[in-house]
């Protein structure tokens, strides 16, 4: 039971534009949630992340969006740029003492210059 | 700050044999040390949560006697995958949460290769 998704194995997003990466969950009782940014063959490492009390949390260029009624988060990416290329997971968690964290499959993010 | 070191970060070992991988925090203490798996273009997998000076807690699905985690000191914890068989060639990543902050630091990962 795949209880976050990325349903999106990959995206190419041209540089200066938005990047959008979408996450769904399915377990209501997530009220936290992370993004990570993973290059080949490293951990990932924490991009932003946000509480169910927010709807929005922005950070530099990266800004994630929280839906609670269609369970559903976005990152944002402006202006995309060819660094930002990796893979990109977002992760969920029952509480913010990030104990147990719940991955999506990723989503692959190209930047093409 | 909040660096997580992990070693060896690549193992090739024969069907049958025990590996140990190591994941340290550098720069911090970490109460809470995490192991995950991930195969070839899938998501990561939680496989246990360890705790200083306690015995670790598995998923469901995980071996615990097949995959033994020890997390003997605050900057220390080991996964020891024991009579590794072709199946667990995988990569292997853990994390560290450092206080009260939310986020857990990764390691970068070692990838196992059981022949």
């Known amino acids: 039971d795949q209880q976050v998704k990325q349903n999106s194995p990959s995206l190419s997003v041209q540089e200066g534009r938005i990047s959008i990466l979408n996450c769904d969950y399915t377990?209501?009782?997530?009220?936290?949630f992370l993004w990570y940014k993973k290059y080949p063959a490293e951990g990932p490492t924490f991009l932003i992340s946000?509480?169910?009390?927010?709807d929005k949390n922005e950070d530099g260029r990266f800004t994630v969006f929280l839906n609670k009624s269609a369970k559903h988060l976005s990152l944002h990416i402006v202006p995309s740029q060819p660094g930002d290329s990796a893979v990109y997971f977002c992760a969920a968690s029952v509480g913010q003492g990030a104990q147990k964290l719940v991955f999506g499959q990723g989503t692959r993010l190209t930047i093409n210059p | 700050g909040a660096v997580v070191s992990q070693h060896p970060s690549w193992v090739i070992c024969k069907s049958g044999t025990s590996v140990k991988i190591e994941c340290r925090s550098l720069?911090?203490?970490?109460?809470?040390m995490f192991w995950y798996r991930q195969f070839p273009k899938q998501s990561l997998m939680l496989m246990a949560t360890?705790?200083?000076?306690?015995?670790?807690?598995?998923e469901q699905g995980v071996e615990k006697d097949k995959f033994l985690i020890n997390h003997a000191s605050l900057t220390l914890s080991t996964l020891t995958v024991t009579s590794a068989h072709p199946e667990d060639s995988s990569f292997y990543i853990c994390?560290?949460?450092?206080?009260?902050?939310?986020?857990?630091?990764f390691g970068p990962g070692t990838r196992l290769t059981v022949l």
């Open positions: 360890s705790n200083e000076g306690s015995k670790a807690t598995y």
């Open positions: 720069d911090f203490q970490a109460t809470t």
């Open positions: 946000i509480s169910s009390i927010k």
């Open positions: 994390s560290a949460r450092r206080g009260t902050y939310n986020e857990q630091f």
């Open positions: 377990n209501s009782m997530f009220d936290y």
